[in-house]
């Protein structure tokens, strides 16, 4: 793996709160044998900087400059983080990033995020470059503060993958690009902390990912529903969502998702159960996926609902999703948005058994905002 400059020395950072400090030493008990050696780059040999820091607080990251939407790990607590510090210069990093986009694309809903932490030395010039032509879809940022981060994390090898709990948690530090995925699934099945709800007008439990839904989604909640903007469609195209007076259920779906593939008949079910009561349906594909595929699955189904082609993001754009993900919020595939006859988005990120209980309620609501 490549090496780090000599600048950037490991180096843990000390906890000077004594709570935390106990805290930081009982869980660094805990997780010294959590994860097999094997899943670790150098496996028994790892730097004992980056052993060191598990179990204890993530310090928060110190970054100069930003492609995609600004984060810090104190907004993202109760989410199960995954940093990645690369490098364009690196070639393990590069060849890593299709199977980060995985990740995201398949755990985003449930509440998985990745940061891309770059090098402060050099190649952020490229950085741009890459994530739009390898269609990155989680933010990436550069080392600042003279790359103080990179200390504090203990890094000494490109690329180093520190995943961070729910509560804050440094757990695995210095992960082979293959493993993360591993970590991801088990610490995301961990609860989330407790006395944190999503404080939304539905219960935490009707949502992917539960209390730990992503912010952009939670903010869209209240708002007007954003007009599709659609490259192509199959089926007849739908007039503008917020003036069509109807409750719509907007469906986010790529043909390449297993849980699109698995989850279409029961959508399509509860379509045909639904669409002669006045819901309306809509799907909008992911504007990379493989649109052939998106026509065969609907023509052997026998869709009931048409689906736009999202269009490509905007000029001014950062992350490589489509216009109309961009303005929903969406982070991954499948995710589903319910708005009410208003036009105003009431759900986003509803689990399919929810989906019954939510229409059923803004069905029943009036169409004049008013209650008259």
Known sequence: MPKRTPSVLPRCL??????????????????????????FIRGS???????????KPAPELRLDAW??????????????????????????????????????????????????????????????QVVREKSINYPVARLGDGGASAKAYGLSFWPTYVVIDRTGTIRAAGLLPS?????????????????????????????????RRMPSLTGMEGKSAPPLKAAKWLGEPVEPIRDSGRVTVLRFIAPESTATRTRMPEWLRFAREYGPQGVQFVGVCDHLAD??????????????????????????????????????????????????????????????AHLRTVVDKLMAESLDPTGR
């Open 291 to 352: 649109w052939e595929a998106m026509e065969k699955m609907l023509a052997e189904a026998e869709a009931a609902f048409p689906i736009a082609l999202d269009a490509p993001p905007n000029a001014d754009d950062r992350l490589p999703l489509g216009a109309t993900a961009t303005a929903y919020g969406i982070r991954g595939w499948p995710t589903t948005v319910i708005i009410d006859r208003q036009g105003t988005i009431r759900a986003a990120g509803l689990r399919d």
């Open 179 to 211: 493993k993360v995925s591993e970590v991801a699934k088990i610490l995301l099945a961990e609860a989330p902390p407790e006395g944190e709800s999503g404080g939304g007008e539905f219960p935490s439990e009707f949502f992917d990912a539960g209390e």
């Open 45 to 55: 040999e790892r730097p004992a900087a980056l052993k060191q820091v598990e179990g």
């Open 67 to 128: 492609i995609g939407e600004k984060k810090t790990l104190k907004e993202l607590r109760g989410k199960v983080v995954v940093v990645d510090f690369w490098a364009t210069w690196c070639g393990p990093c590069m060849i890593a990033i299709p199977k980060n986009i995985e990740l995201v694309n398949e755990y985003g809903s449930q509440g998985l995020v990745f940061i891309g932490v770059h090098d402060h030395n050099s190649g952020w010039d490229k950085a741009d």
């Open 14 to 39: 000390q906890m000077s709160c004594l709570v935390l400090a106990v805290l930081g030493t009982m869980a660094s008990a805990a997780s010294a044998d959590e994860f097999p050696d094997e899943w």
